[in-house]
């Protein structure tokens, strides 16, 4: 299995930034992507970021140009920095990760979330 731990979170200012970090450990070698959600009060959980095994990134429209989602795999790092923040970023935020074992089969890991709140 894999294990994630999210740090980086925190209060900040409207237009400021901050940088998110998800440590993956454990069974890491079949990772297909890495995620991060994000759950607003009263909200559903949604997609924010994924970047792929392969380096292939995609984001919300909401966020796009203003965060950006990458992999360190020396340490098995994953960072999501966010720029130009919004109070409409205020949520918590988790870090997501897929594995694909041998027949195809897909399993799926969650951190436990950091807070982000955006006000001034």
């Known amino acids: 299995q894999v294990q994630l731990v999210e740090s980086g979170g925190g209060l900040v200012q409207p237009g400021g930034s901050l940088r998110l970090s998800c440590e993956a450990s454990g069974s890491v070698n079949n990772i297909y992507a890495m995620n991060w959600y994000r759950q607003a009060p009263g909200k559903q959980r949604e997609l924010v970021a994924k970047?792929?095994?392969?380096?292939?990134?995609n984001y919300t429209d909401s966020v796009k140009g203003r965060f950006t989602i990458s992999r360190d795999k020396s340490n098995n790092m994953i960072y999501l920095r966010m720029n130009s923040l919004k109070p409409e970023d205020t949520a918590v935020y988790y870090c997501?990760?897929?594995?694909?074992?041998?027949?195809?089969?897909?399993?799926?890991?969650w951190g436990q979330g950091t807070q982000v709140t955006v006000s001034s």
């Open positions: 970047i792929t095994s392969g380096g292939s990134t």
């Open positions: 997501n990760v897929g594995i694909l074992l041998p027949g195809l089969k897909f399993l799926d890991y």
